[in-house]
């Protein structure tokens, strides 16, 4: 007889979330009050689209003007910017179908890892820069990796390909 696994009902799968939520909660308020609430309230530029998933909040910064210090610094890429959330630009020519799952399975480890997501983030670029030189500290980062598969994305990024040259290896200075 051959065991068949079967599927799990969907009150599970809410029950699970929630939790999550419950777990990321304190990673969340800080994350909303010292990032999207500033960037709502004083720039009004950032602007809620829709739920994504079952606690999870889509925004995009709206403004196009690439003068502002902020709309440069997200360039052309998405974000997530806490748990139950991620931001992207809103710029036509980004892949939003591979962003969106990208920055959804970055929701998802913060869901998983709770508060301990972003010390675990940080420490796993700084221990590749510090002990693995031949490794890129943001683009080898196992949770970017992972993010990067869900996504469908080159998970394996060559050398030649870093975005700031082979010798590059920590791209945050």
């Not at 929630?18 to 990673?27: H, S």
């Not at 806490?82 to 020519?93: A, L, N, Q």
């Not at 983030?121 to 196992?142: C, E």
């Amino acid at each position: 007889m051959a065991y068949s696994k079967q599927p799990k009902p969907k009150w599970y799968w809410y029950i699970g979330r929630t939790l999550g939520i419950l777990w990321a909660l304190p990673a969340t308020i800080l994350t909303y009050v010292f990032y999207v609430l500033p960037m709502w309230l004083i720039f009004r530029d950032l602007v809620f689209v829709r739920w994504a998933q079952y606690g999870v909040a889509e925004f995009i910064l709206a403004d196009k003007d690439l003068e502002k210090w902020y709309v440069r610094l997200w360039r052309d890429w998405g974000g997530w910017g806490g748990p139950g959330m991620f931001i992207w630009k809103g710029d036509r020519t980004t892949l939003i179908c591979t962003t969106r799952l990208h920055e959804l399975c970055h929701v998802e480890q913060q869901f998983r890892w709770g508060i301990f997501f972003y010390p675990a983030y940080l420490l796993s670029s700084v221990f590749i820069w510090l002990f693995q030189r031949s490794r890129h500290a943001y683009l080898d980062n196992p949770f970017e990796r992972e993010a990067r598969k869900a996504a469908g994305q080159l998970v394996d990024i060559p050398r030649d390909q870093w975005p700031h040259g082979p010798r590059d290896h920590w791209p945050w200075w």
